[in-house]
Structures are given as C-alpha cells and as structure tokens.
C-alpha cells in the first residue's frame, strides 16, 4: 500500500535530482505493473554516479565526487529519507547508473488490488 505523503515526497526527491543533474537529454519517468508489484522509474542523461558510489548514494548526508564537485548544492539527505520511506511502504529503491551517461532510480513496491 502507497501512503501518497511519503510518495510525493520520493517522487518530488527522485525526480527533483534527475532534473537537477541533467543539463544535457532528459528525464523519463514511468509507471510499471509487473505482476503483484508496481514499479517506478526516473531515468536521467545527468552526470551519473560512479558504482563505488552507488549504494553509499543512499545514506544521510552522503554526496557522490562528481556532484559535490558541481556547483550544484544539497544537503546529501534527500535519498536517504526517500530510501527510507520506500522501505516503511514494505518496498525497495536501487539505482544503475554509468557515469556520464545518466542514472536510473527504481522503486518497487508492492501493488493491492483494490477491485476485490
């Protein structure tokens, strides 16, 4: 079950950060069902993150080289809180990503039918 709050939240994070690291292409987000879990995507053409940083990415306070070295500014705490109100939703968030290339954050969490 998605708590809308939270979901805006993630989603104004997420999102927020792919528009902020892109110069260059674009951002694509989708909505997927895949069996009993729904699935969102943000892609982005930004910066990308290097995958010594890729898991680090997730905790408090915590900025990759490539965009701390930016004049792009943050506190570091957006993905940790959007990680952790993906989890208290009993779904998970992970990231690929090639520098210089751009990232893809996804989310997944567990779809209720709501027809029954």
Known sequence: ???????????????????????????????????????ILVKDTGLGIAEKDSERIFEPFFQSIESSESTIEGSGLGLSISKHY??????????????????????????IDQSR
């Open 86 to 111: 993906v989890e208290q939703m009993h779904g998970r968030i992970w990231l690929t990503s090639e520098l210089g290339v751009g990232s893809t954050f996804t989310i997944s969490i567990k779809a």
């Open 1 to 39: 079950m998605i708590d809308r709050s939270m979901m805006e939240i993630v989603l104004m994070n997420i999102v927020g950060n792919a528009l902020k690291y892109t110069k260059v292409g674009g951002v694509h987000l989708a909505l997927i069902r895949k069996q009993a879990d729904v699935q």
